[in-house]
Nanobody, 121 residues
Framework: QVQLVESGGGLVQPGGSLRLSCAASGSIFRIDAMDWYRQAPGKQRELVAI???????NYADSVKGRFTISRDNAMKKVYLQMNSLKPEDTAVYYC???????????????WGQGTQVTVSS
């Protein structure tokens, strides 16, 4: 069984920084794309950032220049460095990944349980 576990959320003042981490565990052969999504109260879940296995990244316009996604393939981790945080960044942040398990013939999409980020003075 594959699991994704996020950490690093919390309360931060506007203009502050947080670093989210997501660790994948289980019988994993390979992890393809890894993403961060977020969902604010009353809003749909939205894609924040994506990183391919080779390190190609893409970001939502709302976070470009402020957030940086990175990954460590050996450690099976993905990170989201969030700088210059704004109140509108407040949301539950979810890790998402396409994982090829040893027992599978094709990748399966997995979600973490989410971590709360609150930006408020």
């Amino acid at each position: 069984q594959v699991q994704l576990v996020e950490s690093g959320g919390g309360l931060v003042q506007p203009g502050g920084s947080l670093r989210l981490s997501c660790a994948a565990s289980g019988s994993i052969f390979r992890i393809d794309a890894m993403d961060w999504y977020r969902q604010a109260p009353g809003k749909q879940r939205e894609l924040v950032a994506i990183i391919t296995r080779g390190g190609v990244t893409n970001y939502a316009d709302s976070v470009k220049g402020r957030f940086t996604i990175s990954r460590d393939n050996a450690m099976k981790k993905v990170y989201l460095q969030m700088n210059s945080l704004k109140p509108e960044d407040t949301a539950v942040y979810y890790c998402n990944a396409d994982v090829m398990a040893y027992s599978s013939s094709r990748p399966t999409n997995y979600w973490g349980q989410g971590t709360q980020v609150t930006v408020s003075s």
